[in-house]
């Protein structure tokens, strides 16, 4: 199991080393300059965004993702407890002023939607091929020294998000091999870049998004492969 997980514990630590990096650098910051740098990341963050809804291969199917995942976010309030987690986080490290937990989902959503996510965690569970999610830490590392350098310390808990998101896609590869084909994969991400862009808005003050409350739309997409290969099957 360990060797299986190898990849992703590397990925989740190079996400904690980065962040912490990013933290620790963020002091020596001016304020004037982490507004122009958070702005500026929000506009890459939308670039990003942009970018991944091009590899959509079902634009009825992302439509109904976002429409579900909405409903199901709502119902289960992720908004609210993210908020709540995020001011319980800032009461502990005297963090005031940030917000922690725009800081998770936006780091979440940058290290976790992708294909390298997908095909690197399917690799490492049917290969042991860690290649794939080797590169991937490196950018996140990369990309967290940023983004928390400016957002602060909610960026580090997206490790978390790392291992249990792809974590949960390598131990079970082959089994989800057969619903995560390129289609899908693309679907998924373009389903997560399309919450990217809503954050990015977030960030920029242009929208009030209850982002959080959309990320159950990344699995309508899994939901309705596993719902279509029963029905071919029949």
Do not use: W
Not at 79 to 95: A, C, Q, T
Not at 162 to 173: D, N
Not at 204 to 215: H, M, R
């Amino acid at each position: 199991m360990f060797q299986s997980m190898f990849g992703n514990i590397v990925n989740a630590f190079a996400i904690i080393v980065g962040s912490l990096i990013g933290i620790f650098i963020k002091k020596e910051i001016p304020e004037n300059i982490k507004d122009t740098i958070m702005n500026g990341l929000a506009l890459c963050s939308f670039l990003v965004g942009v970018l991944g809804i091009t590899k959509a291969s079902n634009v009825m199917l992302i439509i109904f993702s976002i429409v579900i995942g909405a409903v199901i976010g709502e119902v289960i309030g992720i908004e609210n407890f993210l908020d709540r987690f995020g001011k319980s986080i800032e009461n502990k490290f005297k963090s005031k002023g940030s917000n922690i937990a725009q800081a998770f989902v936006a780091s979440t959503l940058i290290t976790c939607v992708g294909s390298m996510a997908i095909v690197g965690a399917l690799e490492s569970g049917l290969t042991g091929n860690h290649t794939t999610l080797f590169t991937k830490a490196l950018l996140d590392f990369v990309t967290t020294i940023i983004f928390s350098s400016s957002l602060g310390i909610g960026v580090i808990f997206s490790s978390i998000s790392v291992i249990v998101y792809q974590g949960t896609i390598t131990l079970f590869a082959s089994l989800l091999k057969v619903l995560l084909v390129p289609n899908i994969i693309n679907d998924i991400t373009a389903v997560g870049s399309l919450i990217i862009i809503g954050l990015s808005l977030n960030i920029l003050k242009a929208t009030n998004i209850k982002v959080a409350n959309l990320l159950p739309a990344v699995l309508v997409p899994v939901i309705y492969q596993s719902i279509l290969s029963i029905i071919i099957k029949l």
